[in-house]
Antibody
C-alpha cells in the first residue's frame, strides 16, 4: 500500500506563501491523481484540488486564485503552494491519492498562520 | 453542490444501531463516499461508491442511497466506531464534504 507523508513549515506569516510537499513511497506517482484536502482545527474537511501526474490540475474555485499544485515524478513528490495566506488558512493539510475518493491519505500536517 | 449531513452529532451506546444521512443539493447519482475520522487521525474511507464497502471494513457498516439522499448505518456500534463521519460527493466540482457527524458515547 502506498504511503504518503506531508512536510513543510508548521508556521507561516500572514500574507506569505504556504508550501507543502507530499512524499509518496511504496508506489509511483505516475498514472495517478493526487489531491489536497484541509481541515481547520475543530472543523470539517475542505477539498483544495487535485493534480494529475502529467500536471493537469483542478482547484477549488474558492482557492483557485491562490493555489498552485505541482508534481515531481523524479522525486515521487507532489507539492502545494497557497499564497497570501491569512489566519483562516490555518488547518491540517492532507495529501491523498485519487481524484474521486481517497483510500490513501497522509497523516496530515498542521500549518498555523500567525505573525 | 452542498452536502447536508444530519445529525451533526449523536449520543449512542455500544450495540446500538445508528443512521447518518447526507442530502445533496442536487442529484449526484451514486458518486458519494463515506469516511470515518478518529481524533488526530486522517479520514479513512469506509464506503465508495454510495453502497460498496471498502476492503477490510466491518460488515456492520452499510450504506445506501442515490440521487440526493444517502445513508450510512452502523448496526451494532463498537467502541472503535465512536468517531466523526463525513460524506463526500465526487460528481461535481468542487468536491464537497458534509459537515460531519460526531458519534459520542451516551
Amino acid at each position: 500500500q502506498v504511503q504518503l507523508q506531508e512536510s513543510g513549515p508548521g508556521l507561516v506569516k500572514p500574507s506569505e506563501t504556504l508550501s507543502l510537499t507530499c512524499s509518496v513511497s511504496g508506489g509511483a506517482i505516475t498514472g495517478y491523481y493526487w489531491s489536497w484536502i484541509r481541515q481547520p482545527p475543530g472543523r470539517g474537511l475542505e477539498w483544495i484540488g487535485w493534480i494529475f501526474y502529467r500536471g493537469n490540475t483542478n482547484y477549488n474555485p474558492s482557492l483557485q486564485s491562490r493555489v498552485t499544485m505541482s508534481v515531481d515524478t523524479s522525486k515521487n513528490q507532489v507539492s502545494l503552494k497557497l499564497n497570501s495566506v491569512t489566519a483562516t488558512d490555518t488547518a491540517v493539510y492532507y495529501c491523498a491519492k485519487g481524484r474521486d475518493g481517497y483510500n490513501d491519505w497522509g497523516q496530515g500536517t498542521l500549518v498555523t498562520v500567525s505573525s | 453542490i452542498q452536502m447536508t449531513q444530519s445529525p451533526s452529532s449523536l449520543s449512542a451506546s455500544v450495540g446500538d444501531r445508528v443512521t447518518i444521512t447526507c442530502r445533496a443539493s442536487q442529484v449526484i447519482r451514486s458518486d458519494l463516499g463515506w469516511y470515518q475520522q478518529r481524533p488526530g487521525k486522517a479520514p479513512e474511507r469506509l464506503i465508495y461508491p454510495a453502497s460498496s464497502l471498502q476492503g477490510g471494513v466491518p460488515s456492520r457498516f452499510s450504506a445506501s442511497g442515490s440521487g440526493t439522499e444517502f445513508t450510512l448505518t452502523i448496526s451494532g456500534l463498537q467502541p472503535e466506531d465512536f468517531a466523526t463521519y463525513y460524506c463526500l460527493q465526487h460528481d461535481y466540482y468542487p468536491r464537497t464534504f458534509g459537515q460531519g457527524t460526531r458519534i459520542e458515547v451516551k
